[in-house]
Nanobody, 115 residues
Framework: QVQLVESGGGLVQPGGSLRLSCAVS????????MGWYRQAPGKQRELVAS???????IYADSVKGRFTIIRDDAKNTVYLQMNSLKPEDTAVYYC?????????WGQGTQVTVSS
């Protein structure tokens, strides 16, 4: 059974930075893509960033230039470096591992951007 464990969330002031980590039990090389999603209160879960096994990363327009997804296959870990954080980035952030026929999700980590 694949398990994903996110960490690194917390409270940060606007303009600050956080780095989220997603540790995967097993090799992430086998997954077609690794991604970060977020869900704010009262809103649908949305894609933040995705890193396919091959090819370029994909980012939501709202985070382009501020967030970077980093996939470390050697450590079976995916990171989301978040800079210049804004209050509208406040959400629960989830990690997803996409296999051919099934997706695996972590439990989520809360990110709150507030002064």
């Amino acid at each position: 059974q694949v398990q994903l464990v996110e960490s690194g969330g917390g409270l940060v002031q606007p303009g600050g930075s956080l780095r989220l980590s997603c540790a995967v039990s097993g090799s992430i090389f086998s997954f077609n893509a690794m991604g970060w999603y977020r869900q704010a209160p009262g809103k649908q879960r949305e894609l933040v960033a995705s890193k396919p096994r091959w090819g370029s990363s994909i980012y939501a327009d709202s985070v382009k230039g501020r967030f970077t997804i980093i996939r470390d296959d050697a450590k079976n870990t995916v990171y989301l470096q978040m800079n210049s954080l804004k209050p509208e980035d406040t959400a629960v952030y989830y990690c997803k591992a996409a296999a051919t026929e099934v997706d695996y999700w972590g439990q989520g980590t809360q990110v709150t951007v507030s002064s």
